[in-house]
């Protein structure tokens, strides 16, 4: 999908606010919680306030210090993605993931000819 309104801004993430008012930097998480982050602070609490968007970390940072982050809309073709069939949610995928995979076997096959 080539929407350039489905990404709504970025975020930086170098240190996170803890539960009970402390911050710890990314740099010292553990695996748990890094997941722990991701899931619950980017993706479901942006869903449960109804921000029509949610926060991705489009690739994985080895070193660790700051991930940059996308805030992406949640809204596709006009409709938001928890009003979605799962009809509706497969094709999406097909058309955003399954596009973007076929363009880049086509670049390397057009590479090598």
């Known amino acids: 999908m080539n929407n350039p309104l489905t990404i709504k801004g970025t975020v930086i993430d170098t240190d996170v606010r803890l539960a009970d008012g402390t911050s710890k930097q990314i740099k010292s ?10 899931i619950v602070d ?17 690739t994985t940072y080895s070193d660790k210090t700051k991930f940059v982050n996308y805030m ?36 390397v096959l057009r590479d090598y000819a």
């Open 42 to 58: 980017k993706f479901l609490i942006p869903l449960s306030y109804d921000n029509k968007y949610i926060i991705i970390q489009p």
């Open 72 to 107: 992406v809309s949640t809204i596709f073709n006009g409709k938001d993605l928890s009003l979605m069939s799962n009809d509706e949610l497969e094709a999406l995928y097909i058309e955003s993931i399954g596009k973007g995979y076929q363009t880049v076997l086509c670049n």
């Open 29 to 38: 998480m553990t695996e748990g919680e890094l997941f722990y982050h991701a």
